[in-house]
């Protein structure tokens, strides 16, 4: 018999509790920097080097933090379960936690691509990024993360995986971002959504939506309960 479908939308509240900060929750990432000057094509125009230090401290971050219990209750849930994670997080901890299916929305912080071909794109062995930093034909590399104003290149993917779902999670996004937030709207009539957050995102009650308003470890253990169970 076929494995059951489950789609997994992830946002920056799935990496809380591993010490990531969100973008939009009172002392966010957002409230500290002006978007438009860390993460735009324009900012890297105009102040590369703002931009570099900007995702190289989130990068040297990211070395040093460990998937959490949510993430790797995700994981697990591929014992009994066919799962696809579908992320707006630009970290790797779905990964480390032993999910085998992630599609970045927005990019990844641990690697880096050329600002002349797109298709090279590199893997950081380190933190640190440097004006001077080359791609093999000799241009400039940029971090591989999506900003504000440029294409969200996995969307198409993201729209048919989400449609195949047969159960579909919602984990610690304020769904506030376009397009990736739009996914929702291709979710399949009546099948059972669950959504894990200690606040409210932006969605509408249905009946066959389930709101656990707790964080995304807690959130997740409640869950596995009923997912592993029956
Ligand atoms: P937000 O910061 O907008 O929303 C974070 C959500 O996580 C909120 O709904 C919080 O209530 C919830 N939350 C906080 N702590 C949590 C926890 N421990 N467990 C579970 N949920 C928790 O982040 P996103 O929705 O991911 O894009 O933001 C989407 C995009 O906006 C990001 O990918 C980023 C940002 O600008 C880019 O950088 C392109």
Not at 79 to 103: C, F, M, P, W
Not at 150 to 166: R, T
Not at 198 to 227: C, R, V, W, Y
Request: hydrophobic share 40%.
């Amino acid at each position: 018999m076929s494995k059951t479908k489950i789609a997994v939308f992830s946002g920056a509240g799935m990496s809380q509790e591993s010490g990531i900060m969100t973008f939009r929750d009172m002392g966010g990432l957002w409230e500290q920097y002006d978007i438009t000057e860390v993460a735009s094509p324009i900012a890297w125009a105009n102040t590369p080097q703002l931009v570099m230090d900007f995702y190289n401290q989130r990068r040297k971050q990211l070395f040093e933090c460990e998937p959490n219990k949510g993430h790797l209750l995700i994981a697990q849930l591929e014992k009994k379960y066919d799962v696809q994670v579908i992320t707006q997080n630009v970290d790797d901890l779905h990964e480390r936690a032993g999910s085998t299916n992630v599609l970045h929305l927005h990019g990844e912080l641990k690697k880096v691509r050329s600002t002349i071909d797109t298709s090279l794109v590199y893997e950081m062995k380190d933190w640190e990024l440097k004006l001077g930093d080359l791609c093999e034909k000799g241009s400039q590399l940029r971090p591989h993360i999506v900003w504000f104003g440029e294409a969200v290149w996995a969307m198409h993917e993201a729209v048919e995986l989400i449609q195949e779902a047969e159960m579909v999670l919602v984990v610690g996004t304020s769904l506030n971002v376009y397009p990736a937030a739009g996914l929702m709207n291709y979710i399949k009539d009546t099948i059972p959504i669950y959504v894990i957050d200690p606040g409210s995102p932006a969605f509408t009650p249905q009946e066959n939506i389930t709101f656990i308003q707790k964080k995304a470890s807690h959130g997740m253990e409640e869950l596995i309960d009923i997912l592993m169970s029956n």
